[in-house]
């Protein structure tokens, strides 16, 4: 294994810019190392990537994608094996990426990621498109109950005296067998 630092593996992103036998520049490198430090883990710059965290590594390669600077960015699960902080900042810079005109594809287990960051959205099951087009009409309480095959429902939030909201977020409905009924958020 070589040991390659973050910085080395956020470079690589650099690379459809780089000439024939020719090495990332100061400016390739500043760019990876401010990608880095976007995704919060520019400290770990000079860290070893095969020594490092999961969520880390999972990090470094999102870093390497945004430093490639490209048009369209492809990103598969970008939130897996990251906290909850680093989750939302994940979201966070996917949706301001769109903003500046970048298309953005991911994919995603958690349909509170789509509802936070994606503006489109296709629900698979089983390799077939179940649903398509705008997130707020095609992420619902009937096809993602029809996707998960549990009860769905989804929760609509007002703004908060912090600032956040309004937005709305997924719950499955469970139901418990000690209880007998059903329970969620908007029962309890």
């Known amino acids: 294994v070589f040991p390659y630092t973050l910085a080395d593996i956020a470079v690589l992103g650099r690379t459809p810019h780089l000439g024939s036998f020719t090495v990332p520049s100061p400016d390739d490198w500043r760019i990876a190392l401010d990608s880095l430090g976007r995704l919060g883990i520019g400290h770990l710059a ?11 590594r999972q990090l470094a390669l999102i870093a ?15 939130t897996a094996s990251l906290d909850f902080a680093n989750q939302t ?34 629900l698979l099951k089983h390799g077939l498109v179940l649903a398509q087009g ?40 469970r139901r418990s067998s000690r209880l007998g009924k059903s329970h969620n958020l908007r029962e309890n």
């Open 46 to 56: 000079n860290h070893p990537f095969n020594l490092s965290s999961g969520g880390e």
């Open 64 to 78: 390497r994608a945004i430093a490639q600077d490209a048009a369209t960015i492809v990103l598969d699960e970008p």
């Open 89 to 122: 900042r994940i979201l966070d810079i996917i949706a301001g990426l769109a903003t500046q005109g970048r298309t953005l594809v991911f994919s995603t287990h958690d349909p509170d990621h789509a509802l936070a960051a994606a503006t489109q959205a296709v």
């Open 134 to 173: 705008d997130v707020a009409h095609v992420v619902n309480d009937l096809t993602l109950s029809a996707l998960y095959d549990v009860p769905v429902r989804l929760v609509s939030l007002g703004a908060g005296d912090d600032g956040f909201g309004p937005m709305t977020v997924c719950f499955p409905v």
